[in-house]
């Protein structure tokens, strides 16, 4: 065990609490999860920012030492990569992601550029047990998912957004969502239920005014995938019901064929009997409808609206509503109109006039 004064912090490790002295150790468990301290060993003119514990994004560069945690990703758009079977002091490994995801990089998008690589220095630790100096490998998360975790969302109504695809605009329109509602009285909570660690969807969301958040990484979980998915909605869905918000809104990381777990969610009856409404976000027409159908024949979902870059002017919007026969608005142009129309599909349109006689 020895000391290592560290340069940056990732937002994977958040709930750890780890201060930039770090405790670390040579015997490291390859298992997704651990949080790693490594040495980068190259710059990147792109995709060169690290997400920090404070949520500000920093410039990462040949010779930092960044605390991170092992885990896998599956990206349309970005690095592919895998837990390695063994991990050791010495080993080179890369950063798959900007919230500090380390594994094997298996494959690259040419728009993001060749990944930073890594020299493993060693597992943190942390130390449990009051009062002894014994040190255990630091794991992110504040505490251990619950696999058979009940759902009870407590009657407070439910709108999930889905994508054809990251980069869909899911979070956008999450943000235009979450304020308008906030605009109209409503108190809302929100989560992020799928994909990759990074806290960066979800504190937009605050800032667009939801009161509380979450994310899966809060429950040890790194990458979320088909089995692990259903559980975690249903435990944060539970959990933020408790504190009896007005309306959850949760976005579902990736696409609805993505990789991370959406349709085991979707295909769950007692989550999707939760849901009191679903936006869908589309890159494109062509998408929206293939997402639409999707929804309709193999979840019996009908989506309350559609959003994205299909809807980024007239004609995507009217190909959709003529065509789907659903309401289109885009969140950049028509952020209020968006808002509305998901508050009254979900039966929530009377806050509007308790808000403005509250106004008055």
């Known amino acids: 065990m020895r000391t290592v004064v560290v340069d940056k912090i990732a937002s994977v490790t958040q709930a750890c609490g780890l201060s930039r002295e770090v405790r670390v150790s040579e015997d490291i468990p390859a298992e997704e999860g651990v949080v790693l301290v490594v040495e980068v060993l190259n710059n990147k003119s792109t995709y060169n920012t690290l997400e920090l514990t404070s949520g500000r994004m920093a410039k990462v560069g ?3 030492i960044v605390v991170g945690a092992l885990g896998h990703r599956k990206a349309l758009f970005g690095y592919s990569g895998h837990v390695p079977k063994t991990v050791r002091p010495g080993d080179v490994i890369q950063l798959l992601n900007i919230g500090g995801v380390l594994g094997v990089c298996d494959s690259v998008n040419p728009d993001k550029g060749k990944p930073f690589d890594c020299r493993v220095i060693g597992v943190a630790l942390h130390f449990p047990y009051l009062g002894e100096r014994i040190g255990v490998p ?3 998360g504040s505490r251990k998912l619950d696999a058979a975790a009940k759902l009870d969302t407590r009657g407070v109504p439910v709108v ?29 909570d929100a989560f992020k239920a799928t994909g990759v660690s990074l806290r960066r969807d979800i504190l937009a969301m605050e800032d667009a005014g939801a009161r509380r958040s979450m994310i899966f990484t809060d429950l040890g979980i790194v990458t979320t995938t088909r089995a692990s998915g259903p559980a975690l909605t249903r435990t944060m869905l539970t959990e933020l019901a408790a504190g009896k918000p007005d309306v959850i809104v949760f976005e579902l990381g990736d696409g609805i064929l993505g990789t991370y777990g959406v349709d085991a969610i979707l295909e769950a009856e007692d989550v999707r009997s939760a849901l009191t409404g679903v936006v869908l976000s589309a890159n494109d027409p062509v998408a929206a409808w293939g997402g639409v159908k999707l929804l309709r024949e193999r979840f019996g979902i009908e989506p309350c609206v559609v959003t ?3 809807t980024d002017n007239s004609v995507g919007v009217e190909i959709i509503e003529q065509q789907l026969g659903v309401p289109a608005f885009n969140a950049m142009s028509a952020g209020a109109a968006l808002g509305d129309r998901v508050i009254e599909a979900i039966g929530l349109a009377a806050h509007r006039a308790v808000a403005d006689g509250a106004a008055a």
Request: proline share 3%.
């Open 62 to 64: 040949k010779g930092d």
């Open 138 to 140: 630091a794991r992110v």
């Open 160 to 188: 999930a957004l889905a994508g054809t695809c990251m980069e869909a605009g899911k979070t956008a329109a999450a943000c235009a969502i979450v304020s308008r509602m906030r605009h109209r009285g409503l108190v809302v």
């Open 308 to 310: 994205g870059p299909a």
